[in-house]
């Protein structure tokens, strides 16, 4: 069970990051709210949006994979993310043939715009085998955004 619970906690941390380049802010998935919270490497503003706006609606201990997985356009947190000018990169499993006939399953990324990917229905979401990898926040709407 222990080294069970190990792997699991290596795959999480290599989905709990946080990138920025010139024009976006690249969060892993599996942060939560709170952890994001004590990040040094997230920009303040952002934790301002957080603690201000995101937080008044979800709980600390939320990820942000769960968050947006169940986010619909009908949150105050959804409207938030909008003016953040949010994008989320999700994983995609496709079956693939292989050359003696039997399937194996890869993964896609694909990159959805927050009013894209909030408008597919949770079924919808399930039946597609929808994994929620990456969050990216647009400088340019972080900039704008008045706290």
Same mark, same amino acid.
């Given at each position: %069970?222990?080294?069970?619970?190990?792997?699991?906690?290596?795959?999480?941390?290599?989905?709990?990051? %946080?990138?920025? +380049?010139?024009?976006?802010?690249?969060?892993?998935?599996?942060?939560?709210?709170?952890?994001?919270?004590?990040?040094?490497?997230?920009?303040? @503003?952002?934790?301002?949006?957080?603690?201000?706006?995101? /937080?008044?609606? #979800? +709980?600390?201990?939320?990820?942000?994979?769960?968050?947006?997985?169940? %986010?619909?356009? +009908?949150?105050?947190?959804?409207?938030?993310?909008?003016? /953040?000018? #949010?994008?989320?990169?999700?994983?995609?499993?496709?079956?693939?043939?292989?050359?003696?006939?039997?399937?194996?399953?890869?993964?896609?990324? @694909? #990159?959805?715009?927050?009013?894209?990917?909030?408008?597919?229905?949770?079924?919808?979401? @399930?039946?597609?085998?929808?994994?929620?990898?990456?969050?990216?926040?647009?400088?340019?709407?972080? %900039?704008?955004?008045?706290?």
């Amino acid at each position: %069970m222990e080294r069970t619970e190990d792997i699991s906690l290596a795959q999480d941390r290599d989905f709990k990051y %946080m990138l920025q +380049d010139t024009g976006q802010i690249y969060l892993g998935a599996r942060f939560s709210y709170e952890e994001l919270q004590r990040e040094e490497m997230v920009p303040f @503003k952002l934790k301002t949006i957080f603690s201000h706006y995101i /937080l008044k609606e #979800v +709980d600390a201990s939320s990820t942000l994979e769960s968050h947006f997985y169940y %986010m619909t356009e +009908d949150t105050f947190s959804y409207q938030t993310y909008r003016e /953040l000018k #949010v994008k989320i990169k999700v994983s995609l499993p496709e079956e693939r043939k292989k050359p003696a006939g039997k399937k194996r399953v890869v993964y896609k990324d @694909k #990159v959805y715009a927050l009013k894209e990917f909030a408008g597919i229905n949770l079924a919808k979401k @399930k039946q597609m085998g929808l994994i929620v990898r990456e969050i990216a926040v647009s400088k340019l709407g972080l %900039m704008t955004f008045t706290v």
